[in-house]
């Protein structure tokens, strides 16, 4: 995959954007959309937001949105399909996560989280020990509210790997 050659509006010195940004659209929270959309934006970030209900992360010629069938991972195969090396996923799907650091890209969840070589097994099989837990019939918490807390963490993440891989 080429450089997209960008220019910061504030500073007008291109800049390269080697990654393309990948959005599991399918459940992604209403209050990090500005968060991302100021990313995009700001750095021009080419981005692909797939997911099997219309969705929008906000208007700009730099998001391209896919829609897939309705299914179970639907989305999820066809990021898998696109994603290349160093591309960056948002995604809370553990599974996908590690589909796609398996091809050496990166992801980040919904609440601030970088998945990575180092931690995607440790959250693998915590998914498996609770979905394990719930199929004997054990009830189980789920996550806690998304809220703004969560909204903050996963900013300060993206700006992290913005920092560095911008």
């Known amino acids: 995959m080429g450089l997209l050659q960008c220019h910061k509006p504030d500073k007008g010195r291109p800049i390269a954007v080697p990654?393309?940004?990948?959005?599991?659209?399918?459940?992604?929270?209403?209050?990090?959309?500005p968060i991302v959309h100021r990313a995009i934006e700001r750095l021009r970030i080419p981005t692909v937001v797939v997911s099997n209900k219309k969705?929008?992360?906000?208007?700009?010629?730099?998001?391209?949105?896919?829609?897939?069938?309705?299914?179970?991972?639907?989305?999820?195969h066809e990021?898998?399909?696109?994603?290349?090396?160093?591309?960056?996923?948002?995604?809370a799907d553990i599974p996908l996560a590690d589909r796609v650091i398996t091809k050496e890209a990166h992801a980040i969840d919904h609440r601030g989280g970088l998945f990575s070589v180092d931690n995607i097994k440790q959250y693998l099989a915590m998914r498996n020990?609770?979905?394990?837990?719930?199929?004997?019939?054990?009830?189980?918490?789920?996550?806690?509210?998304?809220n703004q807390k969560d909204a903050h963490e996963f900013a300060n993440q993206l700006h992290r790997f913005l920092t560095r891989h911008a």
């Open 19 to 33: 990654f393309t940004l990948y959005i599991d659209g399918d459940a992604f929270p209403n209050l990090l959309k």
């Open 129 to 146: 020990l609770m979905e394990s837990i719930r199929d004997s019939g054990e009830m189980t918490k789920g996550p806690p509210p998304f």
């Open 55 to 76: 969705i929008t992360i906000g208007d700009s010629d730099h998001i391209r949105y896919i829609l897939v069938e309705a299914g179970a991972d639907e989305a999820d």
């Open 79 to 91: 990021i898998v399909r696109m994603v290349e090396a160093g591309d960056l996923v948002i995604t």
